[in-house]
C-alpha cells in the first residue's frame, strides 16, 4: 500500500501488515487533481499550481494535526501511468480499496461544494459511486466543507445520511455486518449513483459484497453483469433477481445496472421458518444460469412465476417472485418477461404440488439483449390480491385478478351445473359456482369423469386453470377406464393443458389406463411432434418410455403411419428404431401391415433391417397379406428377399399389370 507523507508530500509503499496507522481521504475528482506523477517532481511538474493541490495540502495538514504522519489519497497514490498490460497496481487498488477505507483510522469526507451541515443532502459526494464504499467501510469518518470545517462525525450525522442514501443506521455504525442485508438491498444503495466510466458503476461495489474480479475497461454493461456471476459464487441470496426496469429487454435474468434495484430496497432475505433452502448449487456457464426455483404455473401457456427465498419487509409470510417463461414448454430453458414489475406470492394458500422446485436454465446475458415482443398477456399488478374461494383466500388467476366475494348461498349445489360449465367453456360461470361455500370439484361424472378431466379434453387453459388453483383439486384423478386427465389433454394435443398439468409435482406423466395406453402413446399415435418434444423433455417420461404394452412412442407413430414424428423419433439417439413390444411387433413390421409405405423406407434409411419380423412373419409377409403393393415394392428395392410363393405372386401381378 502507498501512503503520503503528510508533512513532505512525499509517498512511500509498505508491505502487508507493515502500514501505520493512517488518515484516508473521500472526496469527489474536480479538474486538476494531483496525480502520483505529479508528486515525483513537484518542482517540474508545476504540480503545485494545480488547483487540485489546494485539497493534496489541506488533507495532509488536516491528517498532521490529528496526529497522522500517513494519508491515503487516491488521487496521487495509485500510480496510473503504468504501462504493465495488466495495469496490477490499478487492478490491485480497486480490489482492495473497500479494505484500505475499512483499515484507515479515520476517514476525512471533504464536501467540496458545501458550506453548512443543511446542504449536505444535495451535495454530489452522495451521487458518486465510489463514495458509497467509502461511507460504509470505515469505522470513524468525518464530513468536512468546502473549507475544510467540520460538519459532524459519521455518528453525530447517522440520521440525515441513513435517509439520504437509505443504508440503514445499524450499518453506517458497524452495529450490524453487509451480509446480514440482502443482496438487493446493498444494490438498492448504489441506485442513482454516477461514476466518469460506465465499467466503475460495477467495480466501485467489489466491496460491498466482498468479491472481486478482473478488471475489463471497455466492456461497458457487461461489467456489472460479471459482477453479479461473481456474486452468485460467493452467495445463494435469490434476491439478486427481485429487480424491475422499465427497458423493453424482456429475457434477462441478471440486472444491467444497479439501477434495476431502485425498487428493492426492502427486498430482505426470508425470516428463519419462512425461508425455502436451495436445493442444487447455481452454475454459470456458457448456456446461462441455472438454478432451481419453485415454479408456480398461470393461466397462460408457458407463464409462470419462479418464486424467490426472500419477501418484502413487513409482508414476511409472503415472497417475492419474478415472471418468467418457458421457452420451448420443456421446463428446461427460461427467460424472464414483463421485467416492470415483481410479484408477491403467499405460498401458504397452495398446496406444495403445485409450485415444483425445477431446475431452470436462464439463456445467457451476453446473448440475451435481443428486443422480445410484447406478450398477449396481463399480469396482475399486484399478487398480494387475493380471492375468497370456499372461506379462505386463494389465487385466482396471475393473468387477470378481480375479488369475488363469497355467495351468502349455502344450499346444496348441483353438480351437473358445474359440469355445465366446463363443458360451454363458460368460465364466469365457473368462477361464480366455485365461490359457494360447499362445493366439490372432484365428482365424477360419466365413467367416473371428472370436471378436469373435461377441461383437459376441451382444452380450455382458463377453465383447467380455475380448477387446478384450488386446494382439493385431483390433478391425477383416474376414470373408469385409468385414464387423467392429462391423458385426455394428450389425446386431444392440448399443448397448454399438458404444459399446465406437467407443471405440478401430483401428475404421474407415464401413468397407463386400462388399454396399457400413456399420454405419450395418444400424443404419438396423433402424430403431435411438438406435443411428444414437450412430453419426451420430461426425464420421467424418459425413464419410463414403454406403455403398459411394451410399446415406444415410435411404434405407435409408425403403425398410425405419422411421417414427421417417426423422422422426430429416429433422430433421437436413444431410440431403439427395431425394438419389438410385448407382442412381439416391431415399428417397421407395424408400419407394413398398415400400408405406410413412406414409414417403411424411412425406418430402413435408418438401418433398419429389411427382414426385420414380428413373432417370425416378415414385413414383406404382413405387406403382402394386407395388399399393401406399395410397401412390398418398396422392400424389394431395399433388397428384402421375397419367400418364393410371394415372389411367385408378386411375378404374376407384375405380368399383369405389363400385358396393359
Not at 496526529?67 to 497514490?77: L, N, R, S, V
Request: glycine content about 6%.
Amino acid at each position: 500500500m502507498r501512503l503520503l507523507h503528510t508533512l513532505t508530500f512525499e509517498t512511500r509503499t509498505f508491505p502487508d501488515g507493515e502500514t501505520p496507522p493512517y488518515a484516508i481521504l473521500s472526496h469527489t475528482w474536480e479538474e486538476e487533481e494531483v496525480t502520483y506523477a505529479d508528486l515525483q517532481d513537484l518542482q517540474g511538474t508545476h504540480a503545485t499550481e494545480k488547483k487540485g493541490f489546494e485539497k493534496i495540502r489541506s488533507s495532509c495538514y488536516t491528517a498532521n494535526t490529528n496526529g497522522f504522519d500517513y494519508i491515503w489519497i487516491d488521487t496521487c497514490c495509485i500510480d496510473k501511468t503504468s504501462r504493465n498490460a495488466d495495469l496490477t497496481e490499478i487492478v490491485g487498488a480497486i480490489n482492495s480499496m473497500y479494505r484500505w477505507y475499512g483499515e484507515a483510522t479515520i476517514c476525512y469526507a471533504y464536501l467540496a461544494d458545501i458550506v453548512s451541515r443543511d446542504e449536505m443532502e444535495g451535495s454530489r459526494w452522495f451521487t458518486r459511486g465510489w463514495t458509497l464504499q467509502e461511507l460504509i467501510a470505515p469505522r470513524n469518518m468525518v464530513f468536512l466543507n468546502k473549507h475544510w470545517k467540520v460538519l459532524g462525525t459519521k455518528s453525530e450525522l447517522r440520521n440525515e445520511i441513513s435517509k439520504r442514501t437509505r443504508i440503514p443506521v445499524d450499518i453506517l455504525m458497524g452495529k450490524m455486518d453487509l451480509e446480514q442485508t440482502s443482496v438487493a438491498q446493498r444494490m438498492a444503495w448504489a441506485v442513482g449513483r454516477q461514476t466518469s466510466r460506465m465499467e466503475d458503476r460495477a467495480y466501485s461495489l467489489l466491496g460491498i459484497f466482498g468479491v472481486s474480479m478482473p478488471l475489463l475497461y471497455g466492456e461497458g454493461q457487461m461489467a456489472f453483469i460479471r459482477l453479479q456471476e461473481e456474486i452468485m459464487k460467493a452467495t445463494e441470496d435469490e434476491s439478486l433477481f427481485a429487480w424491475t426496469s422499465r427497458s423493453d429487454i424482456h429475457n434477462r435474468l441478471l440486472a444491467a445496472s444497479p439501477d434495476d434495484f431502485n425498487e428493492s430496497s426492502d427486498v430482505i432475505r426470508k425470516p428463519e421458518g419462512y425461508s425455502m433452502t436451495p436445493k442444487s448449487p447455481w452454475d454459470v456457464s456458457n448456456r446461462g444460469v441455472r438454478l432451481e426455483l419453485p415454479f408456480l404455473a398461470t393461466s397462460e401457456c408457458g407463464i409462470g412465476l419462479a418464486i424467490l427465498n426472500c419477501t418484502r419487509r413487513g409482508k414476511e409470510s409472503q415472497s417475492v417472485a419474478i415472471y418468467i417463461r418457458d421457452i420451448f414448454l420443456t421446463f428446461e430453458r427460461f427467460q424472464r418477461i414483463d421485467c416492470k414489475r415483481l410479484a408477491l406470492v403467499d405460498l401458504s394458500l397452495f398446496r406444495p404440488n403445485q409450485y415444483p422446485s425445477r431446475l431452470m436454465t436462464f439463456q445467457h446475458q451476453r446473448v440475451a439483449s435481443a428486443r422480445m415482443p410484447d406478450l398477449n398477456w396481463k399480469p396482475c399488478p399486484d399478487l398480494s390480491l387475493y380471492l375468497q374461494l370456499n372461506a379462505r383466500s386463494e389465487v385466482l388467476s396471475m393473468g387477470v385478478v378481480a375479488p369475488i366475494p363469497q355467495s351468502p348461498r349455502l344450499k346444496f349445489i348441483d353438480h351437473k351445473r358445474l359440469l355445465h360449465a366446463v363443458e360451454t367453456e363458460n368460465a364466469g360461470q365457473l368462477l361464480d359456482l366455485l365461490s359457494y361455500v360447499n362445493v366439490k370439484v372432484n365428482p365424477t361424472y360419466n365413467e367416473g369423469r371428472t370436471l378436469l378431466s373435461y377441461a383437459a379434453e376441451k382444452g380450455n387453459m382458463e377453465i383447467a386453470w380455475l380448477l387446478l388453483s384450488r386446494r382439493d383439486i385431483r390433478a391425477d384423478k383416474e376414470d373408469d377406464q385409468g385414464r387423467t386427465p392429462l391423458s385426455y389433454a394428450a389425446e386431444a394435443g392440448h399443448i397448454n393443458i399438458v404444459w399446465l398439468l406437467l407443471s405440478r409435482s401430483d401428475v404421474n406423466v407415464s401413468s397407463n389406463d386400462a388399454s396399457g395406453s400413456t399420454p405419450l402413446s395418444y400424443a404419438a399415435r396423433s402424430g403431435n411432434v411438438p406435443l411428444t418434444k414437450i412430453l419426451l423433455s420430461q426425464s420421467e417420461i424418459r425413464r419410463h418410455i414403454k406403455d403398459g404394452n411394451g410399446r415406444t412412442p415410435l411404434s405407435h407413430a409408425a403403425e398410425c403411419g405419422r411421417h414427421d414424428l417417426v423422422r422426430m423419433l429416429l433422430d433421437m439417439s436413444d431410440i431403439d428404431a427395431d425394438e419389438p413390444c410385448k407382442s412381439g411387433q416391431t415399428p417397421i413390421c407395424l408400419a407394413a401391415a398398415n400400408g405406410h409405405a413412406n414409414i417403411v423406407d424411412l425406418l430402413i434409411t435408418h438401418g433398419v433391417d429389411v427382414y426385420s419380423s414380428s413373432n417370425g412373419i416378415s414385413a414383406a409377409k404382413l405387406a403382402a397379406d394386407h395388399g399393401h403393393l406399395e410397401v412390398e415394392n418398396v422392400l424389394i428395392k431395399r433388397g428384402a428377399y421375397l419367400p418364393p410363393d410371394l415372389a411367385r405372386v408378386h411375378a404374376l401381378r407384375d405380368s399383369f399389370f405389363m400385358s396393359y
